[in-house]
């Protein structure tokens, strides 16, 4: 595992509901976060589980198959080639990679992932865990199953994500991850929209794009208040005042099924949102059905009175903004956001000696949309897909600042 | 009231929770529809109600205060006219209008409309049932009151409305109706966003738009089957084969607040959603709240098991796809749509000689944002307002087909 | 009106639905109140409405057809022997009279109010509100006409109806009320419940009463903490740690149906209920369906953030326990409650010279269903129906207590 | 795993989120069964798996460690003999057994197999699902961290579960099975309502029950048309016509709390629900707060048009009435119905040589409820706890028909 933050964290208590595997080995650049991390594999019984000093020392290690790249964004490509000059250099087992969502900032740098993973004759995976959501592989099982014989293909493919910001400074930072909400998590939405529009069985290639239409805002955080709020929060070093990055961003890409029918996908994705917590929403739309989830319609709820006080908390749902009044609880985090499935199948298929499902290749496809889009957001114009400018495209908010 | 079909037919109910007001005639141009109308309103107590033959007989009659005009969308300048000529003579007792949403098919009409209202000196009031909805009513009382004060102005107000395609041959087609599901459904979302977003008691005025962007798509009903489905229905006079309308709608238009705050309206729009029936959601978000309204969370429900059959019908909710399976039920569609309150503020404005909250001007303001966001889809290209072009712009599918 | 508290002002909000109705009068032994109630009533439309300072008086003007008894429980009877005494003598126009539930503390309580309505020779409504609800209109016209014809009638019926208390202390005094929340709001339950069951146009005797279970508790309110709370509140008149009436009560019926089928009513009511605020829940079962109403299963809902801070209050909800978190707000609490049409229904019925559906006989049955509920409490075993017992049965709580 | 029916499957799906498990082998009465069930768990990777034609070869093969008694309710017994027998002959290395609820028909049988177990020197436990369900495990741990605490334990616990009846034959059958509706499955109901009541960490003795209030019903299935139905159903096997088990029942038990204060479990158990399909409701309610669980409201939702027709499935969810209109999915059932955590902590107990949380004991007092509801249901009285005429009670369609 290299990181030992949130997305590790997610892993380790994913990895519990997940059999044939063992979590050998962390590597983050903090000691006493790998330390703890290693621990606590080790106390859930994940483990042996050795904290390393390095990514080095965890690939000259030989305890170690496969890795999971799980820190931040503008530290993946590096790790990348690190795991590729050790596999050349014959200095390591690991025959494995898979790597966080996004897969990179922008198409040239995807791409140089891909290249390094194939180049290296390492298996490769991109963790998009939306995909492995148990709401999302029964749900797309039943529609295309019962409804999508009768009726034909679905047209319409929802998604939405939306929270009330995230915790780390560098996802705040354009530069450093890549752009603002539109990177960090619509990256999700149109890859789990197009994989719900996509027959089970059919490639990714079946469903062609034809264009892209993106805008962006920024809503609350470049408010003075909330501008001040994060700058004390991040210890000055984010500023939206100055330098936002959105806040807000909703994209439309359509599509040609191999019926010839247009497709499209809908995707909303939110830093302004202050509900009980983070939302995912997911529709799917075709002539006599529809497929509908929301992460915070849960079976499960609580309600508190007014009298009970307490601490500010994530203990009923990711990114808490309350702790009284009736509040969602999801029962199962790991599962219902897809980490579990996820994991079992990533293991599975490394095991196997097979690529999974969704490889760097569909990170890079991924990339590629979220380009179309800010560049659809940044010229106020629909975009043609394909489209050669978004090989070198960068978005506004993650160009180098001007010295 | 003038027309008695569909929208007729629904203030009919509302009317039964309205005081102080008297159905006192209808005129429509079929005879046993009007004659039923007028029955089923004497039936109801809100007579002494006359089935006039035209408008021109129920205007000379002096029975008549106000007028509702209700008839389809293409007919609605031509009524305006007579009423205005009547009042011009001397020739009629009305001195109140109100009209169905959308005002008028352009931006041309929509002003003509305004101008013809004024230049009579009538009352004049725009029919938008879901500024009048209880749920609006209550929300917004709420958001504003208890969430504003403590941490600022809405940023985002989303609003959809979505169903399996209307019934009347008229609405299908372009010329008639002005456009698709934009000019037809989009025309509520548009304008209840914007009242959401506005603070109450300041004048529309105080939101300054911005921008409008837009995409329309045809997804289901010019698939073969679809487009013969409605050919059959429509008895021939609808092919969207050869000339459809578009069925999806998205709509997003920026905002500028009072306190120099974007704000941002988010709009999607369905003649495709094939769910239990009519949906209508509703969102407003700010900085540390959210408001949120689903017409089909009910929380009444029937569930009917595989073994009961029974005829389609629309006896559970508007436009309703199954008669299985679990089924919201409306509990009162009058009142969730609005049509009670709005009735019941129309008739206490015009009784006190009062313009109401929504006049022939709102009506106005709502077609230019239409015509914005169809220019928008048009050119694929965000527009910025106000546009000159909008004063004589077409949305292309209501252009008159060439000869 | 007779009364102008909690009950006399839902009927206030209600009536602005209800046509051809004029709040002439209203008799309140707090005079600010009843002024209170009579400007409001004139500010809404509602009036010209008078204050009467006593029952005789409000009975001696000659504006008033009906009176609708919304005074507290241990008045009634003193109310409904005025209005007899009255009429006896010639000295009222009044002809119609409508009284709140439950109609009496006790069985001989209730044949009294029966008997003199009859005796003077006025029509006569009991309100039971929740039959009027709009929910239970609509799911009862589905099932039965859907549902039943198919598969059979109903066999289960169940109601619960649960908050965190009421405000006023005679409500919590077991003597004045008649009982504790069994009385108070089982009265509710077990006719709604009971309406749900049976066939629509069939009268109530054709379903035969067979038994009747039930067990009661005093969950909360005699806890040191809140029997003190409850002290204080009242101004130290209810003292529960030493005089408690029941907080939670739970039922069942069992009934004979016309086909000699079995049939259920479970119900359950508490006081003890802390929630966002009241709530309603029905569900009827039969073979192949299944009906369910949840009155806090809102389309319209509020999330307000920890950082939202506000006084308490019960603006989204009746009976409201916070103010943060996400909170169910009801849009229509009139008219899903069934107030409006209630008032309606008994408007036109008296208009017309009808009984209303519900009388005064309705209203002895239900006691009849709760003093049996009562006695199998007491006694802790099944009554079978009918009792002689019952008719000069007086629930435990209600006793005089000993000097 | 001894048994390889529907119960034993759940457990088969669930094993695939637990580490450290094989399933070993299986056996069954029937050879094909058997021999699927062990072909299933080897595809899934859970295996090597065996199927043994008999439990004295399972467990005279070196194999096992740990058995799962899943065969129906009247085979456990005698199963538990066996296993004590190998034991004692010191034939067999198995050294722990997981039993599946109810552990016996009645208190005596129950006992028996206690004592079976602590005789043979084996590990123990009792396999209550339930309380292992995401949703508990979840809810429990808030309610007990943030609103006790503050203000009390909770008084009130509520379990519902109910559904449209069971496939089995067996289940019908008062004799084989134990009972009706109410041994089948309020088993569930009372044991995770008493367990939400339970303070984490303390034991079940300190809740002390002191008495136990029950009505049941046969309302569906000795309905003509049902009986009928089910008699083809089961091959004639059973008949409800003549010999009906109760198909509803509704159980209230007191307790009091380690504070002296009275806490009510309330449970209903029906097999005449025809709804969406299996419903489980579980609440806990205390003075500030309510913990609520609803397993068909579910974030994932699929709606299918009276267009789309299917056969009918339990694919949707588990007793599944319906394939078209709204359909509540279950994304993860042996998650929410507790499967999974259960396995996973008994795989944990069993390989640490512990006993697991729930044992033959706790078996043992499920039974003592379950007979107390009885005879009250029998003699329509409630029953005071302890009751000595427990011991040798068996429910009225439990006991021998007469020959």
Same sequence: chains 1, 2, 3, 4.
């Avoid at 050349?88 to 897969?103: D, N």
């Avoid at 040239?108 to 290296?120: N, P, V």
């Avoid at 359509?254 to 029918?261: A, I, K, Q, S, V």
Wanted: charged share 25%; glycine share 8%.
């Amino acid at each position: 595992m290299v990181g030992a933050g949130f997305m590790a964290q997610f892993h380790l208590r994913a990895l519990l509901g997940v059999r044939n595997v063992v979590v050998a080995g962390v590597v983050s650049a903090t000691a006493p976060r790998r330390e703890a991390f290693a621990a606590q594999a080790n106390q859930d019984g994940l483990g042996p589980c050795t904290a390393f000093p390095s990514l080095a020392a965890m690939l000259a290690s030989d305890a170690i198959d496969a890795i999971w790249i799980a820190s931040p964004n503008h530290t993946r490509l590096a790790a990348m080639r690190e795991i590729h000059a050790a596999r050349a250099a014959g200095e390591t087992s690991v025959f494995a990679v898979a790597c966080e969502k996004p897969l990179a900032r922008t198409l040239s740098e995807a791409r140089e992932m891909l290249r390094l993973a194939e180049d290296a004759g390492l298996l490769h995976g991109y963790l998009e865990n939306q995909l492995f959501s148990t709401a999302v592989q029964r749900g797309r099982d039943i529609v295309w199953r019962r409804a999508v014989p009768n009726s034909g293909r679905p047209y319409l493919a929802r998604a939405t994500e939306e929270h009330s910001g995230p915790h780390e400074p560098w996802f705040w930072d354009g530069e450093r991850q890549g752009g603002g909400v539109l990177s960090d998590m619509m990256c999700h939405s149109v890859e789990v929209a197009r994989f719900l529009l996509t027959k089970p069985g059919e490639s990714r290639e079946s469903m062609t794009l034809v264009s892209a239409n993106a805008t962006v805002s920024t809503l609350k955080w470049k408010r003075p208040v909330y501008a001040a709020q994060l700058r004390d929060r991040t210890g000055g070093e984010i500023d939206y005042a100055t330098r936002p990055a959105e806040d807000f961003a909703r994209g439309l890409l359509t599509l040609r099924d191999p019926d010839g029918n247009e497709a499209v996908i809908e995707a909303t994705t939110s830093w302004a949102y202050v509900g009980p917590g983070l939302r995912i929403t997911l529709e799917v739309l075709g002539p006599e059905y529809t497929m509908e989830f929301n992460s915070l319609s849960t079976g499960l709820k609580v309600f508190l009175s007014r009298e009970v006080t307490g601490r500010a908390g994530e203990d009923l749902v990711e990114k808490q903004n309350a702790e009284q009044g009736l509040m969602p609880v999801l029962d199962d985090e790991p599962g219902i956001y897809g980490y579990t499935l996820e994991n079992r199948h990533f293991v599975d298929a490394f095991r196997a000696r097979r690529l999974p499902d969704e490889t760097f290749a569909d990170g890079v496809a991924v990339v590629e949309m979220l380009m179309a889009l800010y560049r659809s957001a940044e010229l106020g114009r629909t975009i043609s897909l394909p489209d050669p400018e978004l090989e070198t495209y960068v978005p506004p908010v993650a160009r180098p600042r001007p010295v």
